[in-house]
């Protein structure tokens, strides 16, 4: 199983490399491109129409500014789509991004995360794998469970 993190712009890279370094500590491939919606729609339209055909599982997108990238290919390809808003140099405070990827119409559906959150992209592209591959949940619990280690160990630090 593979994951797909495609990004609108070199740009982002920075941001959705969280993603990527999520995805590797679960151990889960990961495929990543620049595929513009708007300066590359031909290369955009191939992408979205043959992911599903090179073992990828789901595709992470991440997009700055009118973030229609994360919707565009949600709209072709049959596999579920995460978004990620990027607050990028052109942007009003991120919210062109947010609203750009929540706002979906009915049938088209983009899983939105935080602006700038990959890593919760990643975790959720996990969780979804997860839902069918027991090493992948198995990796996913121990996670979770490292969470809630780490608040556990705060709050025993603090009440020192």
Same mark, same amino acid.
């Given at each position: 199983m593979k994951v797909a993190i495609i990004m609108g712009s070199q740009s982002d890279l920075p941001i959705m490399q969280e993603a990527i370094d999520i995805l590797k500590s679960f151990? @889960?491939?990961?495929?990543?491109?620049?595929?513009?919606?708007?300066?590359?729609?031909?290369?955009? %339209?191939? %992408?979205?129409?043959? *992911?599903?055909?090179? &073992?990828i599982s789901v595709? @992470?997108?991440?997009?700055? +500014?009118? *973030?229609h990238l994360p919707g565009m290919v949600a709209s072709m390809s049959p596999l579920p789509v995460i978004g990620v808003p990027v607050k990028s140099s052109n942007?009003?405070? &991120?919210w062109d991004s947010v609203l750009s990827i929540l706002q979906m119409?009915? +049938?088209?559906?983009? *899983?939105t995360v935080a602006l700038? +959150?990959?890593?919760?992209? +990643?975790?959720?592209?996990?969780q979804i794998i997860g839902s069918h591959d027991k090493l992948v949940l198995d990796?996913?619990?121990?996670?979770?469970?490292?969470?809630?280690? *780490?608040v556990n160990k705060s709050s025993n630090e603090m009440k020192k």
């Open positions: 151990d @889960i491939e990961t495929e990543v491109d620049i595929v513009s919606a708007h300066r590359t729609p031909e290369k955009l %339209f191939d %992408f979205s129409k043959k *992911a599903h055909t090179r &073992g595709i @992470i997108a991440g997009a700055g +500014g009118a *973030a942007s009003i405070d &991120g119409p009915a +049938g088209v559906p983009v *899983a700038n +959150g990959a890593k919760n992209a +990643g975790i959720l592209a996990a990796k996913i619990l121990v996670y979770k469970e490292s969470l809630k280690d *780490a």
